[in-house]
T-cell receptor, first 113, second 110 residues
Framework: GAVVSQHPSWVICKSGTSVKIECRSL??????MFWYRQFPKQSLMLMAT?????????EQGVEKDKFLINHASLTLSTLTVTSAHPEDSSFYIC?????????FGPGTRLLVL | LAKTTQPISMDSYEGQEVNITCSHN???????ITWYQQFPSQGPRFIIQ???TKVTNEVASLFIPADRKSSTLSLPRVSLSDTAVYYC???????????FGQGTELSVKP
């Protein structure tokens, strides 16, 4: 199946700093990518839909100025958590659509101190 | 978006066949049914996808009745490594977003 990678796999940062997470589709092009967040023992929560060459679409309750999404190419989408705070600590997962199936990245663990 | 309902948890033993049923009463005409497996601290892994009837691949089978209001994921001869959370998702396959439900936590015991 198609492969989606994320970088970094984990990151620790100080409160108030910004963190960028990359999501890449390695062997296919993806005009649409998705960003999810998952807290311990909970299901994945969709944050936003990332569209190549246009603005991302955010789910209700997700602050677009805090979670900046850039989908600059058909194989790369980035999520930047700006001015991170401890409550932003979570597991962030991206997915990319190939034809009719979505494939997920391995996830990025963010810990904000 | 169609909502899905699955059992919260299931227990099984090694070598048994496991069937997990998902209910999706308001599935739309252009919705596909997709199942994913997730291990702790990993992203979901695609298992199988179908639209109607039966689909089989090297790891699982997916049974979808004619009314498509439910689906059953069948895992033959499970092993300890199949212990994971299994998600059933329903959504438009062309660019549509997938909304995750609670999933089914499968525990396989020796």
């Amino acid at each position: 199946g198609a492969v989606v990678s994320q970088h970094p796999s984990w990151v620790i940062c100080k409160s108030g700093t910004s963190v960028k997470i990359e999501c890449r589709s390695l062997d296919f092009q993806a005009t649409t990518m998705f960003w999810y967040r998952q807290f311990p023992k909970q299901s994945l929560m969709l944050m936003a839909t990332s569209n190549e060459g246009s603005k991302a679409t955010y789910e209700q309750g997700v602050e677009k100025d805090k979670f900046l999404i850039n989908h600059a190419s058909l194989t790369l989408s980035t999520l930047t958590v700006t001015s991170a705070h401890p409550e932003d600590s979570s597991f962030y997962i991206c997915s990319a659509r190939e034809v009719e199936t979505q494939y997920f990245g391995p996830g990025t663990r963010l810990l904000v101190l | 978006l169609a909502k899905t309902t699955q059992p919260i948890s299931m227990d099984s033993y090694e070598g048994q066949e496991v069937n997990i049923t998902c209910s999706h009463n308001n599935i739309a005409t252009n919705d596909y049914i997709t199942w994913y497996q997730q291990f702790p601290s990993q992203g979901p892994r695609f298992i199988i996808q179908g639209y109607k009837t039966k689909v089989t691949n090297e790891v699982a089978s997916l049974f979808i009745p004619a009314d498509r209001k439910s689906s059953t994921l069948s895992l033959p001869r499970v092993s300890l490594s199949d212990t994971a959370v299994y998600y059933c998702l329903v959504g438009p396959f062309q660019g549509g977003k997938l909304i995750f439900g609670q999933g089914t936590e499968l525990s396989v015991k020796p």
